[in-house]
């Protein structure tokens, strides 16, 4: 009678610590497995598909016809911005010097 209250008291052996070092040392590895073998398995295809991007970016700066959407480096107009000075934009006058305008 003594006997059954101290095994019962005594942890089950999937919670003992050599178990659960055991056990997650298992699980690192399979991960690290699984993760090496994927990383090896998809860099393959990474680079059949940046080479066909790259393909078609090609043929888009090729084809003449192709026009580049507003915003996106398409301006002709040849007005910059003026740069501002302690508060006031400075306008370039016509002999080489900036002058402040008061805004």
């Not at 019962?8 to 610590?17: G, I, K, V």
């Amino acid at each position: 009678m003594f006997d059954q209250q101290s095994s019962q008291a005594r942890a089950s052996w999937y919670r003992s610590t050599p178990f659960l070092i055991v056990a997650a040392a298992v699980l690192v590895t399979a991960v690290g497995i699984y993760a090496f073998t994927n990383l090896g398995r998809r860099s393959g295809n990474d680079t059949a598909h940046y080479s066909e991007l790259e393909r078609h970016r090609a043929e888009q700066r090729a084809d003449p016809t192709t026009n580049a959407p507003a915003g996106l480096g398409a301006n002709t107009s040849d007005q910059t911005a003026a740069p501002v000075v302690n508060g006031q934009i400075v306008a370039p006058s016509s002999g080489g010097e900036q002058t402040a305008t008061g805004a």
